[in-house]
């Protein structure tokens, strides 16, 4: 019996647990929140969605004291202030009486981390609570890498199936494209002009500024005319859920504790894992060109500033 808690049911949160739950990902999945009539009306809601599919998966209202079992725990608490980096004061408060929750509740498993800024506060969250690096880690920039992999899509008319492609550093502003590791099937850029057609062989650096614009702004274009980004989030938990309960050794970018990795030490940004039901068994190290390491190392910079301040 698979058992996930979801800390924080505000539009992340909740449509987490909707997707979870419609994709028979997990069989309970336990909603916690500061409101309770919002977690009520959220359980009723998305457990009526699935009675017309027969699912087996179950969302319940609950505590801290229901979650002690669980297999994963999310921590989507937290509230939008424009820039992720900006959310930093609001977050930390809100994440420091979770912890304390979390500690006295004697759950032992892994956590993953959504809260903005994502870095920041999954290296604030995995040092609080003194846990293990590979049992907790933030989803990083796992979204928008599935959104660089989209816009490659659209570009060439390649499937998303058959596109790698990667953002890697901070889930937010300084993040980076690794250019040099992308890969159609297992063509490099390069390569892939030589035999696809000319008309989608402009990967120049203008279009490859425009494309990583693209998915830099993406957040910023989603969230002002409903307050929210929600579905995309949710279908990347859900993967890194699905990975984790069915054991499935997938790689996936995660803002996780470097220790050595492009000679980075103790901090949290994003570089590609492998994911399994132990959580993360290993993280990976791209090998990316000199200009995009200094990128890294710039995005390192900012995140580290920012955790001084806690």
């Known amino acids: 019996m698979s058992k996930i808690g979801i800390i924080g049911v505000g539009h992340v949160g909740a449509h987490c647990a909707y997707t979870l739950a419609i994709t028979n990902t997990i069989d309970e999945i336990f909603l916690i929140d500061l409101k309770p009539e919002k977690i009520l009306s959220e359980k009723y809601d998305i457990n009526d969605s699935l009675v017309n599919f027969g699912l087996k998966s179950k969302v319940k209202t609950g505590n801290y004291d229901d979650i002690t079992d669980a297999d994963i725990l999310v921590l989507s608490v937290g509230k939008i202030i424009g820039n992720r980096l900006n959310e930093l004061e609001t977050s930390k408060a809100m994440l420091d009486d979770v912890i304390l929750k979390i500690q006295s509740s004697g759950f032992g498993g892994i956590i993953i981390s959504i809260t ?49 492609a990667y953002v890697l550093g901070e889930h937010g502003d300084s993040q980076f494209v690794s250019w040099s590791t992308v890969r159609f099937g297992n063509f490099t850029i390069e390569d892939f002009k030589k035999f696809y057609s000319p008309q989608y062989c402009s990967f120049d650096s203008a279009k490859k500024a425009e494309i990583a614009d693209n998915v830099r702004n993406r957040a910023g274009i989603i969230y002002p005319p409903k307050n929210a980004t929600e579905y995309g989030i949710a279908t990347t938990l859900t993967k890194i859920v699905s990975a984790i309960v ?9 803002s996780v504790l470097l220790n050595g990795e492009y000679n980075e030490q103790d901090i949290c940004l994003s570089t590609p894992c492998v994911i399994d039901k132990n959580g993360i068994e290993a993280i990976l190290e791209l090998p990316i060109t000199d200009d995009e390491l200094i990128s890294l190392k710039k995005s390192a910079e900012i995140i580290r500033d920012k955790i001084k301040l806690l």
């Open 116 to 164: 903005n800024p994502c870095d920041i506060m999954t290296y604030y969250a995995l040092n609080k609570l003194n846990w293990d690096k590979y049992k907790c880690f933030g989803t990083g920039t796992a979204l928008d890498s599935t959104r660089l992999v989209g816009e490659l899509s659209e570009y060439t008319s390649i499937s998303p199936k058959s596109i790698t």
């Open 246 to 254: 069915n054991d499935e050794k997938i790689i996936c970018p995660l």
